[in-house]
């Protein structure tokens, strides 16, 4: 009898933990609302090829009618253009390094001049390499500024002169959980990304009168292509999931997209200056 109980209710928690997955699956497929408010924007995105940028040029392009991308990796933009076609999205895409700032300026001068005013800057493109204080060159420091802050800047500057003629606008700039973490072999990339945070704050203060809103999202360990083949090992991501996150799920570009579409749309029209973090409950922000 209590055998029996047993049985049943391991069949039953086994049900139910496929429900759950099944749920789960269905969930992944609907788990970004249609924001109509967002459907003629145009989107700007920095590092919109590959990871978090080319998850967001995908989620977008489900919604708006026209996304850019500024990226170096120009092939990769291309063939998602191509998959985009399909979505009634057209998406330009602008090969440049963002850490040649005159090479940048001249893409956001043709941007200006050949697609309509840019809506939402989603300022994402970043590296994230790891050093220790007393290794690093002020030439690596220096560059990885360039990529991930100094291109956020001017972004901001070329840009917003038409989003406040527009009457308004959404900035969102991906920053990091690392500010929370600090890790010790990441003080340049933790340095970069409170930088960022502060340009949020700043710039949203300066800019919330021509109703533009500028806010963060910080993301915790998101399992990219790049992250897996570079830093990924399977202790870290055990450790990462299962002990430091409060929710042990994997996190991958999908996990923040809800997060970004929301930001972007009138949805959050009161909402700038913040900065959220999505790791699956793991920095203590
Ligand atoms: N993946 C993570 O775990 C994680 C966590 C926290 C924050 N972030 C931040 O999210 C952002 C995106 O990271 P990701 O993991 O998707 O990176 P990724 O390396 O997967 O993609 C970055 C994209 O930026 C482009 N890019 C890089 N340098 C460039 C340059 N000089 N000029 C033009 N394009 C350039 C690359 O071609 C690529 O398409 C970064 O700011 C990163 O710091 C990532």
């Known amino acids: 009898m209590v055998n029996q109980t047993r049985i049943n209710l391991s069949l039953n928690l086994f049900s139910f933990s496929k429900l759950l997955t099944l749920n789960y699956s269905i969930v992944e497929k609907i788990m970004f609302p249609i924001y109509p408010d967002l459907n003629k924007k145009h989107i700007l995105i920095t590092g919109g090829s590959n990871g978090i940028g080319e998850a967001l040029t995908r989620t977008f392009a489900e919604q708006v009618s026209q996304v850019t991308i500024l990226d170096l990796d120009h092939n990769k933009g291309l063939k998602i253009a191509k998959d985009c076609e399909s979505l009634g999205c057209k998406v330009n895409v602008y090969p440049v390094d963002l850490t040649n700032t005159s090479e940048l300026q ?5 941007i200006r001049k050949e697609t309509p005013t840019v809506d939402v800057l989603i300022n994402n493109a970043g590296y994230d390499p790891r050093y220790q204080l007393l290794e690093m060159s002020e030439t690596e420091w220096n560059h990885l500024f360039q990529l991930n802050v100094v291109h956020y ?15 308004g606008g959404s900035i969102i700039m991906t920053s990091s959980h690392v500010f929370w973490i600090a890790k010790p072999d990441m003080i340049a990339y933790n340095t970069t990304k409170a930088a960022v945070i502060g340009l949020v704050r700043s710039l949203a203060t300066a800019a919330g009168k021509h109703n533009i809103r500028v806010n963060a999202v910080a993301p915790g360990w998101i399992m990219t292509e790049r992250q897996l083949e570079q830093w990924v090992t399977p202790e870290a991501k055990q450790k990462t999931v299962h002990e430091l996150q409060s929710i042990p799920i994997e996190l ?12 972007a749309s009138e949805s959050s029209r009161a909402i700038t200056r913040q900065t959220i973090v999505v790791d699956g409950g793991y920095a203590q922000s």
């Open 106 to 110: 001249n893409a956001l001068k043709k």
């Open 153 to 167: 800047f001017i972004t901001c500057r070329e840009l917003l002169p038409d989003m406040i003629q527009a009457g």
């Open 252 to 263: 991958t570009p999908n996990e923040l997209m809800g997060t970004y579409l929301f930001l």
